[in-house]
């Protein structure tokens, strides 16, 4: 059974940094993982993705460059840096995780999901 637990979100003013963390259990190591988030009102977006040994990564346009996403598959552990941070970046962050080699950016695409956490941005 997967499972996947998020950590490290909080508030930060606006410019500053925050890591947060995703622990999965119950996955093969051919496992694409991704970060997602969801701003009141609004869909779910992807933030970004990174296959199964992390050589390969993508990125949505609004992150790129700041945001970084990397995983520990002997740890077990999902991870993303956020720098330069502004208020539009404030969401529940959700880690995804779902089989196979490629990347994923469809919410649709991955069939195991963490609670969230919450990210805020203040001015």
């Known amino acids: 059974q997967v499972r996947l637990v998020e950590s490290g979100g909080g508030s930060v003013q606006s410019g500053g940094s925050l890591r947060v963390s995703c622990a999965a259990s119950?996955?093969?190591?051919?496992?694409?993982m991704a970060w997602f988030r969801q701003a009141p009102g609004k869909e779910r977006e992807l933030v970004a993705a990174?296959?199964?040994?992390?050589?390969?990564?993508t990125y949505s346009d609004s992150v790129k460059g700041r945001f970084a996403i990397s995983r520990d598959n002997i740890r077990k552990m999902l991870y993303l840096q956020m720098n330069n941070l502004k208020p539009k970046d404030t969401a529940v962050y959700y880690c995804?995780?779902?089989?196979?080699?490629?990347?994923?950016?469809?919410?649709?695409?991955?069939?195991?999901w963490g609670q969230g956490t919450q990210v805020t941005v203040s001015e």
């Open positions: 990174i296959n199964w040994s992390g050589s390969m990564t």
């Open positions: 995804a995780a779902d089989r196979g080699p490629r990347i994923l950016t469809e919410s649709s695409q991955y069939g195991n």
């Open positions: 119950g996955l093969t190591y051919l496992t694409v």
